[in-house]
């Protein structure tokens, strides 16, 4: 029973050094500095500027036609949304596009057509490409056609 009052006492004890020790909030300076008003600066006017955000519209990035197979020349997509539309003239036209990544083939990878038409028509489809460079390798039989690459920017 000593023992517990003992530590109480030493532990009350140091609770009071602790608080003397801390300055109050009446013991601190503040430094305040009062100007008079016709030092004090001129009111600047908010400046509001209204720039309205140009509105996206899709861009030609790419122009390929022709029939038969062909591979067309690169092009660049930056990563904003992108379309390949078509137009395709003929009787029992059969046409299969493919869109490639730079430096890859085909012959090595293999790959499902991103278009794969089998009558003459016009349409589009949206593409799920990053951003980078591509070209197509068309196969067309019994047609002709123009494929366009289009780009929201």
């Known amino acids: 029973m000593k023992k517990v009052l003992l ?6 004890a140091a609770l009071i050094v602790i608080g003397l020790l801390i300055p ?5 300076t503040t430094e305040t500095t009062n100007t008079p008003a016709a ?11 209204t720039t309205q955000a140009k509105p996206k519209e899709w861009v030609k ?29 003929g009787s029992s036209a ?8 730079e430096g ?3 012959e090595a990878s293999g790959g499902f057509p991103e278009l794969s038409i089998s009558e003459a028509g016009s349409d589009s489809t949206f593409l799920t490409k990053k951003a980078g460079k591509y070209y197509l390798d068309v196969n067309s ?13």
């Not at 530590?7 to 009350?12: C, D, M, Q, R, V």
């Not at 109050?24 to 601190?28: H, L, R, V």
């Not at 059969?94 to 990544?101: G, R, T």
Request: aromatic share 12%; proline share 3%.
């Open 39 to 49: 030092e004090a600066p001129a009111e600047i006017p908010a400046t509001t500027t």
């Open 7 to 12: 530590w109480g006492g030493i532990g009350f």
């Open 61 to 89: 990035v790419f122009e390929f036609s022709g029939k038969g197979k062909k591979r067309s020349d690169l092009f660049e997509l930056t990563g904003g949304r992108a379309k390949l539309s078509y137009n395709i003239t």
């Open 94 to 101: 059969m046409c299969y596009v493919y869109i490639l990544d």
């Open 24 to 28: 109050s909030e009446d013991t601190k």
């Open 141 to 153: 039989g019994n047609c002709s056609w123009t494929l366009t690459v289009e780009e929201e920017r």
């Open 104 to 106: 890859d083939s085909l």
